[in-house]
């Protein structure tokens, strides 16, 4: 499959809204701002720019949303890449909470906007469940305080509750994110584009940016067939931007991830998983997965510090499947892509002013759709407002991401991950088949007894507190 044709995004081209073609830019053009790069955070910026009175062109060199814009899970989440302990430890207290606000900011853009235009066939859906494969019962209630010192909204859900609403015994406790939503995320990068077009922003499709020159009052942005004068240029391109800007692309590791979309699988689906929130399962390696068109799943996971063929993971993804819910019985694939993103090594997003009058938005690993939002309205509020909140990210700096050496190594860690994340599943079964078998030899310790009291009394059945505690020994067992 190509990276560069749309269709291999699947499920999301075969859903999509309908949208015009935008036209190459075939002459000269002078605007205030031009934005490289019709993804998520161009988009938004573009959109911003052009509500606040400037001139804005937008240059793609694919399609409006043909790279990660359209390629991702769709999970709209706050927060960041990094962990929030890191960010912490890297800014202090205040300035954290700072940075989550701007995330949540970012969110709530996204949800805005897709409420107050009507945006047809994104179907946002609410809540995103953060489940744990392990009984870390100690170490969840610490993530939970700490997410709440920072102000961020989460409600903490026990191993029943989880159960109860994911019908797979390899889970434990979770935290759910209520705010947090998923949507289809290829429609919302076309809605996004036409509300730019309506505030007055022209875009550029197929006409790549092959020069740029940012010395001067006036940049100048050549493409094939036009060239661009603009007062301020954003770099939105992610790491798509090499030839344009090697230095920026140097700072960015490319990560690779697959979606696959099932065939429909019926009532059986809604039976094992009967969330409808976007999940996540994970302590160190990913899957994430949600229910799309009505019963079809969506599954994302098995990531490449490199470009490969989705063909190769296929097997890999299914067995995924198959290990957390295997009574969904045979699963077949309707579609099934990659999408490449770039992540930073502090795995926080590069926002701000790098030049005078050269500005970035990129960077966003993996969480992306909440602080594109945030980082192209940041952009055009600094531009055009001069306001200076995108210091924020300033700590953040423009570090190189290793090359080949940094792939290899970013590889290997998730590779060494999924053992690791085996075993310590392995130990939280073990401990809760141990407790269920000790509390069912005490309930069978405490009818003996009470039979030994009272001899005439019949041998007492399993009530409900015993009949529970030996079916969930046997649940377990049998799985």
């Given at each position: 499959m190509s990276e560069t044709d749309a269709k291999a995004a699947g499920w999301y081209e075969a859903t999509r809204v309908a949208a015009p073609e935008r036209p190459r830019l075939n002459f000269d053009l002078d605007v205030d701002v031009c934005v490289i790069g019709a993804g998520l955070a161009g988009l938004t910026a573009a959109r911003e720019v052009a509500l606040r009175g400037w001139s804005?062109?937008?240059?793609?060199?694919?399609?409006?949303g043909w790279a990660a814009s359209g390629r991702n899970t769709g999970f709209v989440l706050p927060g960041f890449g990094a962990p929030i302990d890191d960010v912490v430890e890297r800014v202090g207290l205040d300035h954290a909470k700072q940075l989550w606000a701007l995330s949540e900011q970012g969110l709530g853009y996204v949800r805005r906007t897709i409420d107050e235009s009507g945006m047809p066939g994104v179907d946002p859906v609410p809540g995103w469940l953060h489940v744990s494969k392990t009984d870390n019962g100690a170490d969840l209630r610490t993530y939970v305080e700490r997410l709440r010192w920072i102000g961020a909204t989460l409600e903490a859900w026990p191993t029943s509750q989880v159960r109860e609403q994911l019908v797979n015994p390899r889970y434990f406790n979770a935290v759910h994110f209520p705010t947090a939503f998923h949507i289809h995320p290829f429609n919302y990068a076309l809605g996004l584009a036409a509300l730019a077009e309506k505030a007055g922003a022209r875009i550029f499709e197929d006409t790549p940016a092959v020069t740029l020159d940012g010395a001067g009052v006036r940049k100048r942005i050549g493409t094939p067939n036009g060239l661009v004068r603009a007062g301020h240029v954003v770099l939105a391109g992610n790491i798509h931007l090499g030839a344009l800007m090697p230095r920026l692309a140097a700072t960015l590791l490319p990560v690779t991830t697959f979606v696959l979309v099932t065939e429909?699988?019926?009532?059986?689906?809604?039976?094992?998983?009967?969330?409808?929130?976007?999940?996540?399962?994970?302590?160190r390696a990913d899957n994430h997965y949600r229910i799309v068109g009505e019963d079809r799943l969506q599954w994302s996971g098995r990531m490449r510090a490199w470009q490969a063929d989705?063909?190769?993971?296929?097997?890999?993804?299914?067995?995924?499947?198959?290990?957390?819910?295997?009574?969904?019985?045979?699963?077949?694939?309707?579609?099934?892509?990659?999408g490449t993103l770039g992540r930073t090594i502090h795995r926080m997003p590069q926002i701000g002013e790098i030049e005078r009058g050269v500005w970035l938005a990129s960077g966003f690993g993996g969480h992306g759709l909440n602080t594109s939002a945030m980082g192209g309205e940041l952009v055009a509020r600094g531009l055009v407002e001069a306001d200076q909140t995108w210091r924020l990210f300033a700590p953040y700096e423009l570090v190189w991401a290793g090359g080949l050496l940094g792939s290899l190594l970013a590889q290997g860690i998730y590779w060494g991950t999924r053992p690791i994340e085996r075993i310590e599943h392995g130990m939280a079964r073990y401990r809760e088949q141990a407790k269920a078998r000790k509390e069912a030899r005490q309930l069978e310790r405490k009818d003996q007894l009470e039979r030994k009291e009272n001899p005439m009394a019949a041998p007492s059945g399993p009530g409900p507190e015993t009949g529970q505690a030996i079916g969930q020994e046997t649940r377990v067992r049998t799985h």
């Amino acid at each position: 499959m190509s990276e560069t044709d749309a269709k291999a995004a699947g499920w999301y081209e075969a859903t999509r809204v309908a949208a015009p073609e935008r036209p190459r830019l075939n002459f000269d053009l002078d605007v205030d701002v031009c934005v490289i790069g019709a993804g998520l955070a161009g988009l938004t910026a573009a959109r911003e720019v052009a509500l606040r009175g400037w001139s804005v062109a937008i240059l793609e060199a694919g399609s409006v949303g043909w790279a990660a814009s359209g390629r991702n899970t769709g999970f709209v989440l706050p927060g960041f890449g990094a962990p929030i302990d890191d960010v912490v430890e890297r800014v202090g207290l205040d300035h954290a909470k700072q940075l989550w606000a701007l995330s949540e900011q970012g969110l709530g853009y996204v949800r805005r906007t897709i409420d107050e235009s009507g945006m047809p066939g994104v179907d946002p859906v609410p809540g995103w469940l953060h489940v744990s494969k392990t009984d870390n019962g100690a170490d969840l209630r610490t993530y939970v305080e700490r997410l709440r010192w920072i102000g961020a909204t989460l409600e903490a859900w026990p191993t029943s509750q989880v159960r109860e609403q994911l019908v797979n015994p390899r889970y434990f406790n979770a935290v759910h994110f209520p705010t947090a939503f998923h949507i289809h995320p290829f429609n919302y990068a076309l809605g996004l584009a036409a509300l730019a077009e309506k505030a007055g922003a022209r875009i550029f499709e197929d006409t790549p940016a092959v020069t740029l020159d940012g010395a001067g009052v006036r940049k100048r942005i050549g493409t094939p067939n036009g060239l661009v004068r603009a007062g301020h240029v954003v770099l939105a391109g992610n790491i798509h931007l090499g030839a344009l800007m090697p230095r920026l692309a140097a700072t960015l590791l490319p990560v690779t991830t697959f979606v696959l979309v099932t065939e429909p699988l019926g009532p059986k689906l809604h039976e094992l998983v009967r969330y409808r929130g976007a999940v996540s399962d994970t302590n160190r390696a990913d899957n994430h997965y949600r229910i799309v068109g009505e019963d079809r799943l969506q599954w994302s996971g098995r990531m490449r510090a490199w470009q490969a063929d989705p063909r190769w993971v296929k097997r890999g993804l299914l067995a995924d499947i198959r290990r957390n819910f295997s009574d969904l019985g045979s699963v077949e694939i309707a579609h099934l892509w990659r999408g490449t993103l770039g992540r930073t090594i502090h795995r926080m997003p590069q926002i701000g002013e790098i030049e005078r009058g050269v500005w970035l938005a990129s960077g966003f690993g993996g969480h992306g759709l909440n602080t594109s939002a945030m980082g192209g309205e940041l952009v055009a509020r600094g531009l055009v407002e001069a306001d200076q909140t995108w210091r924020l990210f300033a700590p953040y700096e423009l570090v190189w991401a290793g090359g080949l050496l940094g792939s290899l190594l970013a590889q290997g860690i998730y590779w060494g991950t999924r053992p690791i994340e085996r075993i310590e599943h392995g130990m939280a079964r073990y401990r809760e088949q141990a407790k269920a078998r000790k509390e069912a030899r005490q309930l069978e310790r405490k009818d003996q007894l009470e039979r030994k009291e009272n001899p005439m009394a019949a041998p007492s059945g399993p009530g409900p507190e015993t009949g529970q505690a030996i079916g969930q020994e046997t649940r377990v067992r049998t799985h």
